[in-house]
């Protein structure tokens, strides 16, 4: 089994930057297909950015290109999401998941798709 834990969210300001953490347990986070969804209350969760353990490349959603960064220390057990200049659109619970990888899946970009889920940690930009 695989637990994950998100920290590292809070209130900034428009332009500001953040970087969240997912600290993988049960399971080392480089074994694991990662992603990173987020949620306004009240919408569906939606896709951020994911890291495929078969091809090792990253895949973001258009909102966040150029801004947003995924990264994982093995180290650490760790994934990060960099977020830099924020915006008030970006302002959501956000949500770390992990997947059972497959050479067959190229990269997952839905919460069906996820295996584990952390808690969520919110994000929110003041304008």
């Known amino acids: 089994q695989v637990q994950l834990v998100e920290s590292g969210g809070g209130l900034v300001q428009f332009g500001d930057s953040l970087r969240l953490s997912c600290t993988a347990s049960g399971r080392t986070a480089s074994s694991l297909d990662m992603g990173w969804f987020r949620q306004v209350s009240g919408k569906e969760r939606e896709f951020v950015a994911a890291m495929s353990w078969n091809s090792g490349k990253i895949y973001y959603t258009d909102s966040v290109k150029g801004r947003f960064t995924f990264s994982r220390d093995n180290a650490e057990n760790t994934v990060y999401l960099q977020m830099n200049s924020l915006k008030p659109d970006d302002t959501a619970v956000y949500f770390c998941?992990?997947?059972?990888?497959?050479?067959?899946?190229?990269?997952?970009?839905?919460?069906?798709?996820?295996?584990?889920w952390g808690q969520g940690t919110q994000v929110t930009v003041s304008s």
């Open positions: 998941a992990a997947a059972e990888p497959s050479v067959h899946i190229v990269v997952r970009t839905t919460t069906v798709e996820y295996d584990y």
